[in-house]
Each structure stands twice: as structure tokens, then as C-alpha cells.
């Protein structure tokens, strides 16, 4: 099982001024850690589960270009990209960049997108689901093309481009791994069959998982594509303290969740943790959770 470190969340104790130092120290420290990734999500407005809309928000691949130059490590990525905010072409270029300048660490999440709020906005046009998931398919086989090597057209429904060139081509072999995220069982999973190369879900109750990863796998079947060449992720959310005070998880209730999820197949699990701003999150993982799950 590896676990992945998502920051969802910018509105640290220090404010804007050193937000960047901030946000640095985290990254830093999560690598030294042992995390296997670092993720930000791709958003402009905070979400409201996360906190108020006017709180502070960073742009997704800017942020990941900084915490590339300083790691070395983590596999860097954005969970999860709408395919609604960036032009496929655009996005496979942004995504190459943040490849070849952190040395071959970038990973692509890319959904359907679902934030209304932050598209009416920012002026960002926001088509109906139907066209969303549309366009999403469209996407990635745009950014399968641009990373292919092979320059020529793509004429879609939605997006028409005359020569698909990418230079410099992406470090990562075959391309930077494609993630999907969502859990819809009749478009997003089977996208997830055809195209990507991981999957996240949400973590949470054991049958549900269990049942969304059955229909990925017969989407694989009905496919020809081999279900373990794609990597299970879930996404979840923890207030981690040594003595699990209120509303908290000890780092031992922690690994055992870890294991429950290793044992349903899934093996990488990307968490945000509420107190890591000051880095005690991350210290407790470092010393009592990855030397239990590591191997």
C-alpha cells in the first residue's frame, strides 16, 4: 500500500505572506516522509466541504511546478482536473511541462467536472453532463495522441486540432499515468477501462468499493484490457493526533484502515489531513504509518 498526500486546503495560520514557504515546508517534509505523491486539487474557488468559497485557493499546475522544484520524488498531480477549465491541447502541453521539468513525475487526473460556481464565475462555460463526459473522452484521446509522438489531426465533435505536436515529448514512459476520477459505474469507470492508467474512488464503506471495483473489472473484461494494469486509489479525508482526541484517528486506527483497504484490492491511498499546516500530521505518518504499510 503507498499513500499519497493531498492539500486541499490553503488557508494556513500565516496568511497569504507565507503561504509559499508554508506550502514548501509541507512538500518537503511529505517527501522526507515517504509519501509517493503530492496532490492539490483543481479548483479555483474553495469547495464548500472543504471550507467558505472565499478562502484562499491556489491555481493547480502552478502550484505543482513549485512544489516540483522542491522535491525530487513524490509523483506530482492535480485531483482531479475538469475537463471543462482547460483545452485538452493546452492541458496535454501543461501536463508535459510539469513532466519534464520535475524529472518525469507528473500524473494527469481529469474528470468530468462539476463545479457550477466557480464556472459561471470565472466565465468558464459549464455544458451539460452529458457533453461534459463527451468532451472528457474526447480529451483523453487528445492527450493520448499529443503523447504518442505522432503528429497529426484530431477531428472530434467538440474539439478540432490540426497537428497534435508536443515538444519537448514527456520523460515518463509510455506518458505521464492518466487517472480518472469518479465512481459512475456506466461512463467514468469504463472510461477508466479504456483509458487511463489509475483509478480513484472514494474511500469509505468496504461494499461499496468492493462493488465499484467489480464493475471496473467487467469493464475491463468487456474491454480486453487488463484490470491490474490499472492502479485502485481512494481519496480520503483525516484528523490525525497520537492520542485520537475528538474527532480524531490514532495513527494505528489509521494503518488499520490502510490494511482494510489493501485487502479489497485497493493500493494507493491519497488523504488530506486536518492539522497539516503544521506538519504534525505528517510527522506522526513518517514515524508510525509508513514503516507499517511500506512493502
Known sequence: MKLGLQVPDFTFPGGSVQLGSDLGKIARAAEDA??????????????????????????AYSTLAYVAALTKRMRLGAMVTGVTYRYPGILAKTVTTLDVLSGGR?????????????????????????ERFERLEEALQIVLQMWSGEVRSFDGK????TET???????????????IGGSGEKKTLRLVAKYADACN?????????THKLDVLRR??????????????????WANLTRDGSTDSVTPAQLVDT????????IQQAIYSFGNVSNLEAIEIVAS????????
Open 34 to 59: 515517504g509519501f509517493a505523491s503530492f496532490w492539490v486539487m483543481d479548483h479555483f474557488f474553495q469547495i464548500e466541504n472543504v471550507g467558505p468559497v472565499d478562502h484562499e485557493m491556489l491555481e
Open 106 to 130: 507528473a500524473m494527469l487526473g481529469i474528470g468530468a467536472a462539476w463545479n457550477e460556481r466557480e464556472h459561471n464565475g470565472l466565465g468558464v462555460p459549464f455544458p451539460a453532463v452529458s
Open 158 to 161: 467538440h474539439y478540432h486540432l
Open 165 to 179: 505536436l508536443n515538444s519537448p515529448e514527456a520523460l515518463s514512459k509510455p506518458h505521464p499515468p492518466i487517472l
Open 201 to 209: 474512488l472514494f474511500g469509505g464503506d468496504a461494499s461499496v468499493l
Open 219 to 236: 469493464h475491463c473484461d468487456d474491454l480486453g484490457r487488463d484490470y491490474d494494469a490499472i492502479e485502485r486509489t481512494v481519496i480520503g
Open 258 to 265: 490502510l490494511a482494510s483497504l489493501a485487502e479489497l484490492g
Open 288 to 295: 508510525e504509518v509508513i514503516p507499517q504499510i511500506a512493502g
